[in-house]
């Protein structure tokens, strides 16, 4: 049943989204309205997905977000579905920082585009810097923005090393580091397959991180105090 199943869950997913991005570039060619844009279309979106997926989704640390305020999410990453997981446990407009091949995909490239959101080409160091400079721009300027700070999808489900672009730029303008743990998106969806399976995936939230609270520590320091709360995190939602 599966094998009949999943291509036509993926199928529904990768219509919907086509569906979703066209909207969405329609809609803010006609009220310029960029984060009313990303609030409506990615909330549509995840429900869509994770109802497609048979999936529960359950949030905790809601409270931790500060709809006034403005940060740089970190979440760890080990499979696509780590999107929605995202903007289901965040209602608030998210800019995210994507790798610079998905501007020439078709529909997604160009919603990321009239989004005003970051590419970033991680080949290139000079370059990424620049992006992550640009993200802090886009902080300053009153917005969230997600990055996820290993780099790429965890196929052990362990954490990888959480990079240090995003931790640089958190000390150097004193924003907050907002960390997120997920798990069960990789049991969904398994890193670098289309299988879908039913499942739970649990996300949380945890207090912010104020780099002034942690003058001492380097980016590289505070990148990996970072990974630590989220693994910490990990085991939480493991344990319940």
């Known amino acids: 049943m599966r094998y009949i199943l999943n291509p036509i869950q993926v199928f529904l997913i990768a219509l919907f989204t086509v569906i979703c991005g066209l909207t969405g570039i329609v809609l803010i060619m006609l009220t310029r309205k960029i984060d009313w844009v990303l609030t409506f279309i990615p909330a549509a979106w995840h429900r869509f997905v994770f109802t497609v997926c048979r999936t529960k989704v359950e ?65 290139n160091r000079e370059s990424a ?14 917005k969230n923005v997600i990055t996820f700070p290993e780099g790429t999808r965890s196929t052990t489900g362990e954490l990888l090393v959480f990079r240090r672009g995003s931790f640089i730029i958190a000390k150097e303008g004193n924003i907050g580091i907002m960390p997120i743990a997920i798990i069960g998106t990789d049991q969904v969806n398994p890193s670098g397959t289309m299988q879908i399976h039913k499942g739970v995936v649990k996300i949380k939230i945890g207090s912010p991180i104020f780099p002034s609270n942690h003058p001492l520590k380097s980016a590289d320091e505070l990148a990996a105090y970072t990974r630590s709360k989220v693994e910490e995190m990990q085991k939480e939602l493991r344990a319940l």
């Open 59 to 123: 949030v905790y640390g809601s409270e931790n977000i500060d709809k006034n305020g403005f940060y740089i999410y970190t979440a760890n990453h080990q499979s696509t579905l780590d999107i929605a997981a995202v903007v289901r446990a965040v209602p608030v407009p998210l800019y995210f920082v994507a790798k610079k091949e998905l501007k020439k995909a078709p529909v997604l490239g160009w919603y990321i585009t009239m989004t005003e959101m970051i590419f970033i080409d991680r080949k």
């Open 129 to 142: 810097m620049r992006s992550m400079q640009e993200a802090a721009h886009l902080i300053k300027a009153g």
